[in-house]
């Protein structure tokens, strides 16, 4: 299994990154992108990949929350953290109309300019999206043919917006939030509709805990050994068995990041 979505930057593995990484491995993770979500942490992503680089990978963005915070330079950082062997895709980025914490007209120029990166550089893109759905995928609309990959990273939309991601050519990404039957029922409910061919798997630990966990973990905190259940959820409402959807996220993944390592 391969997780396409880690926030291992994020404070919470502080105390036992090491032992969440070989916790993973244990669970039977054999590689993981680490989310670069902003200049900072996108470095920071780099610099963990070194210390472990046949078992992770990472993007380089700018999220929609950080969008007001960049600098003047912040695309010939990006530019330069790509060049890095293991920074796979251009990411995470896209757009929050949900929280705003940065302004829609900011969000949708660093959003806009990361795209162009992605293409400039033939880079795959990792992508966010919340309550934003018709700006976001206008702005992607021109660049679908000349981008590499464009994953719909951590997809909670709805049955329309989900057959125009397919329709495009994106992978979708499925999460924890498939294993919510309050919050994520929509899903639940349209999840059968992706191709095995379109599909990946991640855990966006440390958030999106499955909430149908047993035992109950003590802590709150997601992370990638958990991958598991989310495969469990997925062959429970597909009816794809747990060897076909392993197997086939596993392509998809080698295939869009290049992961020569994990071959």
Not at 198 to 205: G, K, N, P, S, V
């Amino acid at each position: 299994m391969i997780d396409i979505g880690v926030n291992l930057t994020n404070s919470r593995f502080d105390k036992d990154r090491t032992e969440v990484l070989t916790r993973a491995k244990d669970a039977g993770i054999e590689a993981m992108l680490v989310t670069g979500t902003n200049i900072a942490e996108s470095r920071e992503a780099v610099a963990l990949c070194r210390q472990a680089p046949e078992f992770l990978y990472s993007t380089a963005g700018v999220h929609p929350h950080d969008a007001d915070g960049v600098s003047q330079d912040y695309l010939d950082i990006l530019t330069e953290l790509s060049q890095q062997p293991c920074v796979r895709a251009i990411g995470e980025c896209g757009l929050d109309f949900n929280r705003n914490f940065s302004a829609p007209e900011q969000q949708k120029r660093v959003f806009a300019e990361q795209i162009a990166l992605a293409a400039r550089l033939n880079k795959p893109l990792f992508l966010h999206q919340r309550d934003a759905f018709d700006t976001w995928f206008q702005l992607l609309s021109p660049y679908l043919g000349t981008i590499p990959a464009v994953v719909a990273h951590c997809f909670t939309g709805t049955k329309a917006e989900l057959l125009t991601c397919l329709d495009a050519g994106m992978y979708v990404g499925i999460t924890g939030w498939l294993c919510d039957e309050r919050r994520g029922q929509e899903l639940r409910d349209i999840v059968e509709l992706i191709p095995l061919q379109q599909l990946m798997i991640e855990t966006d630990a440390p958030y999106l805990l499955p909430r149908n966990i047993r035992p109950k973990p003590k802590s709150s905190r997601n992370e990638p050994a958990y991958l598991p259940v989310i495969v469990d959820m997925l062959a429970q409402l597909t009816g794809y068995s747990h060897e076909e959807i392993i197997s086939q996220t596993r392509e998809n993944t080698v295939k869009v990041f290049n992961l020569k390592g994990a071959d």
